[in-house]
């Protein structure tokens, strides 16, 4: 199993931590916001839909519905 299956099933499983790595693996990259970004963190593609997120505070741990919402994303543009 390659290195991105092993994300993408990784990502399906539904994890707390490292969405930025997942999301890296397919092919996002997170832009800068400058001075107003504040806690948000975009993620954009060179096809498909840009992913805005809140960065997780006081922790590093996502919410599942996020983790949800991103991966129907990622189903609805073919990426996995």
Known sequence: MSRKEKLIKRLCSRPKDELQ????S?????TKQGKTGGSRRRFVHLTAA??????????NV??????????HLLKQEDLI
């Open 62 to 71: 996502i919410k599942m519905y996020i983790i949800d919402d991103v991966i």
């Open 26 to 30: 397919q092919g996002y990259s997170l």
């Open 21 to 24: 790595r997942l999301l890296e």
């Open 50 to 59: 840009p992913i805005t997120l809140h960065k997780p505070h006081p922790s």
